[in-house]
């Protein structure tokens, strides 16, 4: 007998029959597991157990029952799966920090929002929320289909009414075979506004529906960040992205100390591990200004950071941990759902309100149709009741004298079969003036609501009067002044992208640089006394040349007499304990040439350039910094000149004085020397013989200061300046009595 012939046996190709089992797990796992209902935005697990926690009667005014319980009778009825996972999607649905609205209101440990497990099912407890009540109110009258469970002995819902707008309440994740769901939640009321104005105006565009409700609203809250045209993109085709960032507050701590306190975090993320990326980022030393994070949380959250030096730019410190961390993410938007007929679809924002409103529609006419149906049914016997209290004599004769006195009374009275049966099991305390009356204004009553609901079945207008009334009443219950209800994360502006520069890993401390005469350069710490550096140690046949305060966090100009600038960052600077380095290890220095300047650079500054030969210019600081060890050529001295004086041009200076060789003097106004980026300059003043001396800037009306020769630290100034105001290029004349003999303003 051959393996064909024995029973239970087809043969069929592997890859036909590999590819048909997959398909059938592939659809199970779409329609049945991953994928929310774009109905009432549940999965068959979340269904199931809001059904089962419904049948044992967990609402939120009874006593909650162990989850123990609920799980048990959800896999034991509906859900044939493991306990475990059926227990963490029941957990999911009571963390109020992973869903919006939670749905489920536990008592025990559900876990929390640094990553710790739920207690053990039989120690838990839970019962529904509001919300959970209004997905399933009106479910048993007939508004939406049942099928039978995975046995056969019961019967389930498809679908809930969803009366809350869960979809986009709560969102949803989930990843099927080739697909996936990713929809943020929202707040309550913004949808129910925009649902609203679309029942008002049906071709109402995205821009209207998004003024109302203009993007996500986390349950941890934070800020986003996305620009508003992308999130208008994302809503529009139904995928894109937002971002999340922290939110966070600069604490003043007295004496100019600082912390930043972060009191809300992006959604998803758990502090815990948000804590442990810090933490590990200061022990790398990634982020040399951050000093220390400390997680200061209770009911809410509140991590600090401690800055390494208060000169730390706040702002700065958090776009670095932006960068670094989890304290902004990206939240993706794929609307995907299981449309009414099973099959997955992406929609946008406008089709997703559509949809539930069509779903909402439909159950308000299936509901109305099923009173319909009640009312009938209560009329009918109404009816029958109001003929036998006008008939009642008779009706009591039949009753005693008559052995089958049901077709009697159906002859005798036109009565069907069911006001028959209802007049015979009257009881005779019911047959008074009184009860006669009550039936006569139920009918009444009855009649009415029949004739109203009958319109509303009717009329699709009545039927969107109808919603909106539901649609009011969601917005107050959850309206912006209520606990629950307020919005939660905010807008901001999109940063714009900076890259964060080296200087801003740098903690901002005082330093003092220091250059030898053979061009060795340190920096010692803090700002020393520049009049009290004699103790300073240097290499035999070296001694100081120039000594000026900074920052770390600064950079350093080096400017050749060549005309060639060069940049260090004073943190890469040598410590002061040594003698230092050369600067021909750091910049590629020209060989011959001598150090003319070095200063700090400060954004905005302007500077005086001059060469030996008197000419000049002005340049703008930060046209002087170079990025590579090469530097920048800004001054070309003409033939055997050389860059002699660079000055920083203090605020509010107006005026050059300049002094030759030739120890003639002139001043003359600033603005009458040009601003260069590169080039020789025009000339400032006019020599016969020899060529420029020294040159400064100043205030005219504060006249012109030296310091007098000697040891007596005394200064002098001559106000007034007119005799060599003159014009630039001028040959000047003899400075005033006094001057010093080396012809140098400092």
């Known amino acids: 007998m051959s393996a064909t012939d024995e029973p239970g046996i087809i043969e069929a190709p592997f890859e036909t029959a590999l590819s048909e089992r997959y398909l059938v797990y592939a659809l199970s796992t779409i329609t049945a597991r991953s994928l929310p209902d774009v109905r009432d935005g549940l999965k068959p697990v979340h269904r199931r157990l809001l059904w089962a926690m419904r049948l044992l009667k967990l609402d939120p005014a009874s006593a909650p029952k162990k989850c123990a319980r609920v799980v048990g009778d959800v896999i034991g009825k509906y859900h044939p799966h493991g306990d475990t996972a059926v227990y963490d999607a029941l957990v999911r649905l009571a963390q109020d920090f992973a869903l919006r609205y939670p749905l489920v209101e536990g008592q025990g440990n559900f876990g929390n929002i640094d990553g710790d497990n739920a207690a053990a099912m039989r120690y838990t407890e839970a019962r529904l929320t509001k919300a959970a009540i209004l997905l399933m109110d009106g479910v048993d009258d007939e508004t939406v289909p049942f099928r039978p469970t995975y046995n056969g002995e019961e019967e389930e819902p498809e679908v809930f009414p969803a009366a809350f707008p869960h979809l986009l309440a709560n969102g949803a994740t989930g990843i099927a075979v080739g697909m996936a769901t990713s929809i943020p939640p929202h707040n309550v009321a913004e949808i129910a506004a925009a649902a609203t104005l679309l029942l008002d105006d049906p071709a109402a565009n995205l821009a209207d529906l998004m003024a109302l409700m203009p993007g996500p609203d986390f349950p941890t809250g934070g800020l986003i960040v996305e620009p508003r045209e992308s999130l208008i993109e994302a809503y529009a085709t139904g995928r894109g992205s937002v971002r999340l960032r922290a939110r966070w507050a600069q604490e003043d701590l007295g004496r100019g100390t600082w912390s930043i306190v972060i009191s809300e975090i992006p959604w998803g ?63 993706s938007i794929n609307l995907n759902v299981l449309m009414p007929d099973r099959t997955p679809r992406v929609l946008g924002l406008r089709a997703l309100l559509q949809a539930w409103l069509d779903h909402r529609q439909d159950v308000l006419v299936k509901a109305s149709r099923h009173r319909l149906a009640e009312i009938a049914d209560r009329l009918e016997l109404v009816a029958g009741y109001i003929i036998a209290y006008l008939n009642l004599d008779e009706v009591i004769r039949i009753i005693r004298t008559e052995d089958e006195p049901k077709p009697v009374l159906m002859a005798a009275f036109d009565l069907t079969e069911r006001q028959a049966e209802a007049i015979l099991n009257m009881r005779l305390r019911s047959l008074r003036k009184l ?92 700002h020393a006394d520049l009049s009290a550096l004699d103790g300073l140690k240097f290499k035999e046949g070296d001694g100081l040349a120039r000594a000026f305060h900074a920052e770390t966090t600064d950079r350093i100009l080096i400017a050749a007499s060549g005309g060639r600038f060069f940049t260090l960052l004073a943190n890469d600077l040598p410590g002061g304990r040594g003698f230092g380095e050369p600067i021909t290890l750091m910049v590629d220095f020209p060989a011959g040439e001598d150090v003319v300047a070095a200063l700090a650079h400060k954004p905005g500054m302007k500077l005086l350039l001059a060469a030996s030969d008197g000419r000049g210019f002005l340049a703008e600081g930060d046209e002087l910094l170079a990025e590579t060890r090469k530097g920048r050529q800004v001054v070309n001295p003409k033939d055997k000149a050389r860059v002699s004086i660079i000055r920083p041009i203090p605020e509010g200076h107006d005026h050059v004085a300049v002094i030759g060789e030739n120890r003639k003097l002139l001043v003359f106004p600033l603005e009458a020397l040009p601003v260069m980026t590169r080039g020789q300059g025009v000339a400032l003043q006019k020599y016969k013989d020899g060529g420029l001396a020294d040159a400064i800037t100043l205030k005219l009306v504060e006249g012109l200061s030296w310091k007098l020769q000697g040891d007596s630290n005394r200064t002098r100034t001559e106000t007034d300046l007119t005799p060599w105001l003159l014009s630039r290029a001028a040959a000047g004349r003899l400075p005033p009595q006094g001057f010093p003999k080396d012809n140098k303003f400092q």
């Open 435 to 526: 009860e006669e009356m009550e039936l006569r204004r139920e009918q009444e009553k009855l009649l009415a609501e029949q004739g109203e609901l009958e319109a509303l079945v009717g009329s699709a207008a009545r039927q969107k009067t109808a919603l909106k009334k539901q649609l009011a009443a969601l917005m107050k219950d959850y309206g912006a002044d209520t606990q629950l209800g307020r919005r939660r994360s905010t807008f901001e502006d999109a940063p714009v992208a900076v890259a964060i520069s080296r200087e801003a890993m740098i903690e901002r401390e005082p330093v003092t640089v220091i250059l030898s005469q053979r061009n060795w350069i340190r920096a010692q710490k803090g």
């Open 269 to 331: 993320v758990q502090k815990s591990r948000l804590i442990e990326q810090i933490a590990q980022i200061i022990a790398d030393k990634k982020l040399p200004i951050l000093e220390d994070v400390r997680d200061e949380s209770d009911a809410e959250i509140r991590l600090v950071l401690e800055p390494r030096s208060r000169n730390v730019d706040p702002a700065q410190l958090m776009e670095s941990l932006f960068k670094l961390t989890d304290l902004e993410t990206r939240v």
